[in-house]
């Protein structure tokens, strides 16, 4: 090629990215300071790294748009602040959306040996995807190595990692995981579909939804090594696990507590549809709802037995209020225990809907209890608050499971009601009326059963009235089930649409 032909090439390209990206802000290699919305989106176009003492702060409403497979680092004494807010979210998104073994997202922020002031709020992370080598490929959106952010508020959507789905915590790492929502992440080759924790890892885990979520091993929502765990107020419902525990595995010397939380409909295909411990794990557990979990053997939860030698590593289970079946749950010869303290009770809780509240009827209400003594020595407490948001207790005490059931409160549900979509199936286009019945932000998406988003809708303000929804479906989305995903202020629901072509 001449050089007027390179000339015509290269401006044809410069032109290119501008009108893809006009006013966006180009960053690679070193980055700090101050990104803010007037500069979004920020397109990352390298590998980013936060210089040691030196401080990134993310404003709310920022986009970061990741044009391939790049990382950003935060090492040593560098702090990262991606700071949201709940009306204006941070948004790390990608190009290329089709995930591989070798290619697709991005590789997510790696914290490694880092201080504890770095925190991200109101950040939503889609196709993170840990690629490489040994632990490059643990933690899809988040990874870390001796370092204990704040994760609060943050939503988890698609993403893939050898170990931890979307979060992977690994040696001395104890962050703070609360509030956030996890959905369709996958350990594609390992354990812990949405988290991760190795290693002497102390995390908080609290009020977060953890939810189709998929371990090609062990842990469909949560696995914990060697690690102790604080799991409290937790919906950890409808995961996945190939091997065993299909919302929770624990395994070598692992000792988590477990509070409040509902913990249901997870499935495993070997043993321990809710939990499974292996190899001396002590669990202390009170207040939790465990239903409707199944597996092979031990629906609920499963012992396995290991030895070494004459050396027997036993593992021991402490249950206290709570409706857990015990014949749903298995442990194997030598295996260990179980100690069944009071309050439990072999009953259906009776939701109210899809999103696990508590009917009116349910015998999960007030029959909790404020704390416990453990027979290791240590007094627990049940938390103040549950995963909405209210107050407990309500009524004469604590409830059981995630969810304080309030009489009369507006539930998740009847803020978007009467809604219909039509035709259905259908062929290439589909519409869905509904009905706001008080002003409420609402964010509406389009996923497959896959997790990949098919079509998602801006963030709206919507007064009171009825609305209508259209999706017209291109030919790259083929034939099968559709969801149409409701946000409207905190609450979620999802209408299901056939596609046939």
């Given amino acids: 090629m001449n050089k007027k032909g390179w000339l015509i090439l290269i401006i044809a390209i410069f032109f290119s ?135 609060i508020n943050c939503t988890f959507r698609n993403c893939y990692a050898d170990k931890g789905g979307a979060i992977c915590c690994l040696n001395l790492s104890s962050p703070i995981i609360k509030g956030c929502r996890f959905y369709f992440n996958v350990a594609d080759n390992g354990e812990g579909g949405a988290i991760c924790c190795r290693n002497q890892c102390d995390p908080v885990i609290s009020d977060n939804y953890i939810a189709h979520s998929t371990a090609s091993k062990d842990g469909g929502g949560i696995a914990c090594y060697r690690s102790s765990a604080r799991i409290v107020n937790n919906m950890i419902v409808s995961n996945h696990s190939v091997k065993s525990g299909g919302g929770i595995s624990c395994e070598w010397n692992c000792y988590p507590t477990m509070i409040n939380n509902t913990i249901a409909d997870n499935c495993a295909d070997s043993v321990g549809g809710a939990v499974y411990c292996y190899q001396k794990v002590n669990i202390e557990s009170f207040n939790n709802i465990m239903w409707g979990n199944q597996a092979l053997r031990g629906d609920e939860i499963y012992l396995r037995y290991y030895a070494y030698g004459e050396n027997v590593y036993p593992c021991t289970v402490y249950v206290s209020h709570t409706n857990l079946d015990s014949t749903k749950c298995f442990r194997e010869t030598f295996a260990g225990i179980f100690i069944w303290e009071r309050g439990i009770f072999r009953t259906d809780p009776y939701f109210r809907d899809t999103l696990y509240h508590l009917s009116d009827s349910s015998r999960c209400i007030n029959t909790g209890s404020q704390y416990i003594f453990s027979p290791w020595g240590d007094t627990l407490m049940a938390p103040y608050i549950d995963i909405e948001g209210d107050t407990r207790p309500f009524g004469r005490g604590w409830d059981i499971g995630a969810d304080e059931y309030i009489p009369g409160a507006i539930n998740r549900e009847i803020l978007i009601i009467n809604i219909n979509a039509y035709p259905n199936p259908f062929n290439s286009n589909v519409s869905i009326d509904y009905q706001i019945t008080r002003g409420s932000w609402v964010k509406r998406i389009f996923y497959d059963l896959s997790g990949r988003v098919a079509k998602s809708y801006p963030l709206e303000y919507l007064l009171p009235g009825n609305y209508k929804l259209k999706w017209e479906a291109t030919p790259e989305f083929g034939s099968g089930i559709y969801f149409c995903y409701f946000r409207v202020n905190q609450y979620e629901t999802t209408q299901k649409v056939i596609l046939l072509r």
């Fill in 17 to 151: 990215i501008n009108f893809l990206y006009g006013d966006s802000t180009f960053v690679t290699g070193n980055v700090s300071g101050q990104w803010e919305a007037p500069g979004s989106p920020y397109v990352v176009i390298g590998d980013l790294a936060i210089p040691n003492d030196s401080t990134l702060n993310i404003g709310p409403g920022v986009e970061v748009i990741f044009r391939g497979h790049y990382r950003i680092l935060v090492r040593d004494e560098a702090v990262i602040n991606a700071q949201g807010t709940y009306w204006e979210h941070i948004l790390f998104k990608v190009e290329d959306t089709v995930l591989t073994d070798t290619s697709g997202g991005f590789q997510g922020i790696r914290f490694e040996r880092n201080a504890e002031l770095c925190s991200l709020v109101y950040c939503d992370f889609e196709y993170g995807n840990a690629l490489g080598t040994s632990t490059e490929r643990f933690g899809g959106a988040i990874y870390c190595y001796e370092s204990s952010p704040s994760i």
